[in-house]
């Protein structure tokens, strides 16, 4: 009690108004809370608090909350349910408002769980006291059923709470299904599909390229045992394969990328302690925030830098964009891709040689298209919820909905891929292991071309641009 906001205005203020321990349990009728008649039985706790806080009492009243309004079986909150009863504390501390989400979720433990799943619970589980919480959208005191036309989630009156936190609030920006869920296809279809769509693709990635990994290590260490013996007897003569552009690009691409990760991933994983104490670290969700917007629009710009660059060459070569998709040295996979995959299995399970690769290899090219899709996708999706009011001015409420789970499962599949498949076909190979420097110092060994990829390196030859090259 001593600390509590009553206790405080007592000791520390000389509030002499505030409730004592007299002023709720009463001087010589002290009795149980359990015990019908006691002044702060649950059924008896609203007008014993209402002597004070009369207006609150009276608002209160007429809540669902209040046994007069609503007739259940269950048991209904009082005040000392969210407010305590002898350590209250101000509303306005960060700890009760996060305490109020959990007080919440002992009743309405479903709506809780789908509460935690939007922007709105993770950076709460973060420590954000800004983010909406029940009481921002529903009322403390004056809680009403959405039919009730004088709630504040009416029809009516959305628009405006939601305007609170959101002051370009509309009508169409209301339509965000607040509380929806992706495990039921007849009330929100569209939440449904696009979760197992994303999951389908998650898991189906992971699997093929997964099994293609396992069956490609033995081959590899096959490959490095090959790769000592005839290393250093020749003479190395240094091929450029990537020039200083597409280095650059790839080197701010992997900074971005690498500010995106840490920071979406505490936020995706949220209720972990792991995501809570590197948010910390970081400077808390609001530091986290700034740094994974920074990180994307430096990741946008690095992506029309590159589109422009294409254009670039396209024009330099001379050529019509037909031959420049289709040709040989494109990365738009075609039916070689497909020829070549099908004998690399051969060779990885000895059933063949060891393909003819040209310049791009098949999972070179499904490496290229990932990011390339990936930040077409994670990058609108992400514009649709960094600017939600402005999105549904043409688009839907829902389309919030599908974008969050779109942007968090598409970037878990980046992540993961990255860290993986793409890091075992670049670093972790054991004939690459610890690292290919190629994407770094531009420079592939004449002679490890020349093995890995034949075609390419016979084309060169023919050409005559082998040795401007070297």
């Known amino acids: 009690y001593s600390s509590s906001i009553h206790g405080k205005g007592l000791l520390s203020s000389g509030l002499l108004v505030t409730a004592t321990c007299t002023s709720c349990h009463t001087a010589h009728l002290t009795l149980s809370a359990s015990d019908p008649e006691s002044s702060v039985s649950p059924q008896n706790l609203p007008e014993t608090c209402g002597r004070c806080h009369s207006g609150v009492e009276e608002v209160f009243a007429k809540s669902v909350h209040s046994p007069g309004m609503t007739q259940t079986d269950k048991p209904l909150p009082v005040c000392s349910s969210c407010h305590t009863s002898h350590s209250i504390s101000r509303t306005d501390e960060e700890q009760f408002k996060q305490d109020i989400l959990l007080t919440c979720g002992k009743c309405h433990e479903e709506v ?49 709470t939601c305007g609170k936190c959101h002051p370009g609030s509309h009508r169409r920006f209301a339509g965000y299904l607040t509380h929806a869920t992706h495990h039921d296809p007849r009330k929100y279809p569209a939440l449904f599909f696009a979760f197992w769509g994303m999951t389908g693709l998650l898991v ?33 003569r240094m091929f450029r394969r990537f020039d200083p552009i597409v280095r650059q690009m790839h080197f701010v691409l992997i900074l971005s990328f690498f500010g995106l990760a840490l920071t979406g991933m505490t936020l995706k994983f949220s209720y972990m302690q792991w995501a809570v104490l590197l948010s910390d670290a970081m400077g808390g969700f ?21 589109l422009g660059v294409v254009i670039h060459r396209k024009r330099e070569s001379g050529t019509s964009w037909k031959e420049m998709l289709l040709g040989q040295s494109s990365l738009i996979p075609n039916m070689t891709d497909l020829r070549e995959f099908g004998q690399t299995i051969k060779w990885l399970f000895r059933l063949g040689p060891r393909p003819q690769y040209g310049e791009w290899t098949y999972w070179e090219k499904f490496d290229y298209f990932a990011v390339f899709w990936g930040v077409a996708i994670i990058g609108s999706t992400g514009f649709i ?20 789970i779109v942007h968090s499962d598409e970037a878990l599949l980046a992540v993961g891929f990255i860290f993986t498949i793409h890091f075992f076909n670049t670093h972790f190979r054991p004939e690459k292991f610890p690292m290919d420097m190629a994407m770094f110092t531009g420079l592939i060994p004449e002679d490890e071309l020349k093995h890995e990829k034949p075609r390419y390196y016979e084309r060169l030859v023919a050409d005559g641009s082998l040795e401007k090259r070297l």
Not at 204 to 230: D, N, V, Y
């Open 112 to 160: 809780s769980k789908t509460y935690f799943d939007t922007y709105h619970g993770k950076v709460s589980r973060l420590g954000s006291g800004v983010a909406a919480k029940c009481h921002d959208c529903h009322g403390a005191h004056d809680i009403l059923s959405v039919a009730d036309p004088h709630s504040s989630l009416s029809r009516d009156n959305i628009v405006a």
């Open 204 to 236: 189906g990635t992971f699997a093929f390229f997964g099994l293609h990994t396992i069956a490609w290590f033995p081959r590899s260490f096959r490959e490095m045992m090959r790769k000592r013996e005839t290393l250093g007897k020749t003479e190395q």
């Open 385 to 404: 919820l960094w600017f939600p009011e402005l999105c549904t001015r043409v688009l839907p409420g829902w389309i919030i909905n599908v974008a969050t």
């Open 286 to 306: 609001r530091a986290t925030g700034t740094i994974h917007r920074v990180c994307a629009v430096i990741m946008i710009i690095d992506f029309i830098i590159h």
